[in-house]
């Protein structure tokens, strides 16, 4: 069964520095998210492609996250400079194509930030 | 805004008995509603949704769910739990093409 792939899984950093975390969705699925799952709260969406454009982008901490999605295929979340609230868990998740469909999660990444 | 009220943040059952995890959502306009599953440091898993038609939901693992207009509520429950449902369950809205997730319920299985 296919899956959405996510790497690293696990992510120790210092404040100040810079990550990135990849995705890559179910193959043919035309809609991805990224989420961000602080311990103990329900996940809340990052940003939201559609294909290779940005469809909700309105919760990302502009500042210092970006996300990217340029062949419409993998993605990249990247956070510059991290700072100790960033640590959660990210999850990315990627659905067929419209939004009341099934979205089919990775395993996500944790990242801790000293 | 919208929002989604899980109403339990944890709850502890024994192995064989039944369990009723509850959901409520803010919304006046059409929505559809999910339940998913997480597991220790795994993303999440579809339990069922509902989308259309028959208010009652059958999903994975024996759950299922009933969608409720009135009450704006989307229970999730099954008869007889296993050690193996231990895990946290979200509920989740999606409206107006946005998806809202719940705090989510842990749910805890005596042996």
């Known amino acids: 069964e296919a899956e959405v792939a996510q790497s690293p899984r696990y992510k120790i950093t210092e404040k100040s520095q810079a990550v990135a975390f990849w995705c890559d969705p179910i193959s043919g699925h035309a809609t991805l998210y990224w989420y961000r799952q602080i311990l103990g709260q329900g996940p809340e969406l990052l940003v939201q492609f559609q294909d290779e454009s940005v469809v909700d982008d309105s919760q990302l901490p502009k500042d210092r996250f970006s996300a990217e999605r340029l062949k419409g295929v993998d993605s990249t979340l990247k956070i510059q400079p991290a700072e100790l609230g960033d640590s959660a868990m990210y999850l990315c998740?990627?659905?067929?194509?419209?939004?009341?469909?099934?979205?089919?999660f990775g395993p996500g990444t944790r990242l801790l930030v000293l | 805004a919208q929002s989604v009220t899980q109403l339990d943040s944890h709850v502890s059952v024994s192995e064989g008995t039944p369990v009723l995890l509850r959901c409520n959502y803010s919304s006046s306009v059409s929505v559809y509603l999910f339940w998913y599953v997480q597991y220790p440091n795994q993303g999440l898993q579809l339990l069922l949704k509902?989308?259309?038609?028959?208010?009652l939901v059958k999903g994975i693992n024996g759950f299922e769910a009933e969608f409720n207009k009135s009450q704006t509520s989307f229970h999730l429950r099954k008869p007889s739990v296993h050690i193996s449902d231990t895990a946290e369950y979200f509920c989740a809205v999606i409206t107006d093409d946005k998806i809202i997730f719940g705090k989510g319920t842990r749910l805890h299985i005596l042996p």
């Open positions: 998740a990627s659905s067929p194509f419209q939004a009341q469909e099934t979205q089919y």
């Open positions: 509902y989308l259309s038609g028959s208010t």
